[in-house]
């Protein structure tokens, strides 16, 4: 029977988010520590912990059919990769820095100048459509290092928090792309296997759906329902059940996580009380 093969990073940031992703769609895999390849027990799944950059080029050669990956490896290893779901986890972007107590106005500050990189096809690229010619430098790690060292005058590297700029006294000054962790897939996976994929896309679907959505209950007296209804989206329209006591009614509805605070604030003021806000495991639709 047909297994889809998942590449993800072996270590490093996208690890433990990608593995809570899998076992969260319903899927049990074994972790064996240093083990390189698992399969899964209750799904046709096969998990290859991989090196982050060789993963590109797995996907490229169809070793892998599909591989959680950072949209900034991809956009320096695998433009000709394309991603079919944005994960919304390891969120992070990458960026120009200079030291600290340099003066920058704007790109042109590179012209001629070096830059330490893990990243040279997209600095090259972003500072060449800007008309902008500088000196690579491949580094492959503490990139942040360099300028401190007399390597280099600027870096381009992984922002996240941006506290190891901090640490080493050093700027962000310009934002080359923003990045997020998705699903890649390979030009060559096969028919049998791509209906494996829309499964397993449909799982993902429904947790990422999950993840963004609360569940939200309230008491409502009656005559303020319909304002109070009026705020709430929910899927179809919320659901309102009499209560106990006469003149009131219980709403249950989902909300967007991301407008969590503005709504019960908005239905504090319309005469909500009592209102719970639960997490949705899965979201189906
Ligand atoms: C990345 C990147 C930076 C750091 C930025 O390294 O190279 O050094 O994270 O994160 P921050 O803005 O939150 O401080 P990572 O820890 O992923 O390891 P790496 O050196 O293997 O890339």
């Known amino acids: 029977m047909s297994k889809l093969k998942i590449a993800i990073q072996k270590s490093g940031r996208l690890n433990e988010d990608s593995l809570k992703l899998i076992k969260e769609c319903g899927i049990s895999i074994d972790n064996g520590k240093d083990q390189l390849k698992a ?11 991989l090196r982050n950059g060789d993963i590109p080029q797995y996907l490229r050669d ?3 059919d599909v591989a959680i990956i950072g949209e900034n490896t991809l956009v320096e290893k695998g433009t000709d990769i394309s991603f079919i779901e944005k994960l919304g986890f390891s969120k992070c972007r990458v960026s120009l820095a200079v030291p600290k107590s340099q003066e920058y106005s704007n790109t042109n500050f590179f012209n001629g100048k070096k830059i330490a990189t893990s990243y040279p096809n997209t600095v090259s690229n972003y500072l060449e459509q800007k008309g902008v010619k500088t000196d690579i430098h491949l580094i492959n790690g503490s990139v942040e290092i360099a300028p401190n060292i007399g390597l280099a ?26 990045s997020e962790a998705v699903l890649a897939v390979s030009t060559k996976i096969n028919n049998e296997t791509q209906k494996i994929l829309d499964t397993f896309q449909f799982r993902i679907k429904s947790v990422l759906k999950g993840r963004n959505s609360r569940y939200v209950l309230l008491n409502a007296p009656n005559d303020k329902l319909e304002d109070i209804i009026a705020v709430l989206p929910g899927m179809k329209s919320p659901t309102v059940l009499p209560l106990a006591k006469e003149g009131w009614s219980s709403v249950h509805s989902v909300i967007n996580k991301n407008q969590f605070w503005e709504i019960i604030d908005e239905l504090k003021l319309k005469g909500a009380e009592g209102i719970l806000v639960c997490p949705i495991e899965k979201m189906v639709v």
């Open 39 to 49: 399969s899964a027990r209750n799904f046709p799944l096969e998990v290859f912990y």
């Open 153 to 178: 005058d600027g870096i381009c590297d992984l922002v996240s928090s941006g506290s190891t700029l901090f640490k080493n006294n050093l700027k962000e000054v310009e934002v080359i792309l923003t």
């Open 62 to 64: 169809g070793v892998v």
